[in-house]
């Protein structure tokens, strides 16, 4: 449900044993890029909008994924829940399940929807799937714990029927993170962010310096510490990639569009290669490129437009195949993406995504639990 790009299912794919049987989603860009990613049978059904699919036209099937749009619990947006169109989309994902009973449920959205009208909407919906007869449980996950180089904190919820999967696929727990170093300090607007911490929380914005995706420090060829004034002090993390796109204006919104990677030397074409240990894929018109990891650390909520560099140096955005790259996509499926859609849709298409490898590590719980009990079952 509410497919996007598939991160889903990119993430299922990974774990083996779970087979799509269908997906649903409306943006005709974002749908375009799912059928050039993943391997879709013939037999496989596509729904245009949620609102329209008849549940008994349904296939069988045991798990339903979907992250319900979550600009109407967001704090990037104007948090009117249920009394917005796009929230009140979650109770469609409770119509197919209350006619089909599937198994198990994941679903995800912004961390905001915990507190969202004091925690009341949060409450309707835990309220609507027990009456469906599903136990819930919840976690707030951060994609910089499951192996990518952004900071990104989204809650998931595991919805199951038989009790006896309680506390088996919740929490999940990944592995530890580097942290966001900022170079240059301030307000919004002049952050500027180290490529040995974290990346930026990835914006779908495209367009314009620094948009939505982060701003990257490229110094020509003095340490970093001569290049910002004040000696400026090192935080832990950089910040988190968001599906709002098309603005070329500071934000009004905190916590939003921000972050800079530091190349230690130029070239005479602009750039010196990163270092093995270093990060980036410098994917910038007339530049000397590397294809090399988006990052040493991880990403965050981005903050800024611009940012300020004293003595010279130069400031770079995030390329799309390195927002894509922080999402968990791979560079084959990336490459397909960015064959068929304009950088504004990339952008889009990668903050609207769920992170590939956290539902990697959450299917496989999912597949152990579920294999347990049908063993069980069997015997």
């Not at 510490?225 to 400026?232: I, S, T």
Request: glycine fraction near 12%; aromatic fraction near 8%.
């Amino acid at each position: 449900m509410f497919a996007g790009i598939g991160g889903f299912r990119a993430g299922l794919t990974r774990v083996g044993g779970f087979q799509c049987v269908g997906h649903c989603e409306i943006d005709k860009y974002a749908e375009a890029s799912y059928r050039a990613i993943h391997d879709i049978r013939k037999e496989e059904r596509y729904y245009p909008d949620a609102r329209a699919i008849d549940p008994n036209d349904l296939p069988d099937f045991d798990l339903l994924c979907g992250g319900f749009p979550c600009q109407a619990f967001s704090l990037a947006g104007r948090r009117k829940g249920f009394d917005d169109a796009r929230g009140t989309l979650f109770f469609e994902i409770a119509r197919l399940a209350e006619t089909r009973r599937p198994s198990y449920l994941l679903l995800e959205n912004v961390p905001g929807l915990l507190n969202h009208d004091g925690g009341r909407t949060f409450a309707a919906i835990l309220s609507a799937l027990s009456d469906l007869g599903y136990h819930v449980e919840w976690a707030v996950l951060n994609s910089k714990h499951f192996g990518v180089p952004q900071s990104r904190r989204r809650v998931f919820l595991i919805c199951y029927l038989d009790p006896r999967c309680a506390g088996k696929i919740l929490p999940v727990f990944g592995n530890g993170a580097k942290a966001l170093i900022q170079l240059i300090g301030g307000a919004q607007g002049h952050r500027v962010y180290d490529p040995e911490g974290v990346a930026c929380t990835q914006t779908a914005g495209g367009g314009g310096l620094g948009v939505k995706t982060g701003l990257y420090l490229l110094p020509p060829d003095a340490p970093f510490v001569d290049l910002c004034a004040g000696h400026p002090k090192r935080t832990q993390q950089s910040r988190c990639i968001t599906a709002r796109y098309g603005q070329t204006t500071l934000s009004n919104h905190k916590a939003e569009r921000s972050g800079a990677l530091l190349i230690k030397e130029a070239t005479r074409k602009g750039y010196q290669e990163a270092a093995p240990g270093d990060s980036v894929d410098l994917g910038y018109p007339g530049s000397a490129t590397r294809a090399g990891r988006v990052g040493v650390g991880v990403a965050h909520d981005a903050a800024s437009v611009q940012g300020i560099v004293e003595r010279g140096g130069r400031i770079r955005r995030l390329m799309p195949r390195e927002c894509l790259r922080l999402q968990g996509f791979d560079d084959e499926q990336i490459d397909k993406i960015l064959a068929i859609n304009s950088d504004a849709q990339a952008y889009k298409q990668a903050g609207n995504s769920v992170t590939v490898t956290v539902i990697e590590a959450i299917g496989r719980r999912i597949r152990a639990v579920d294999e347990a009990l049908r063993k069980e079952a069997a015997a």
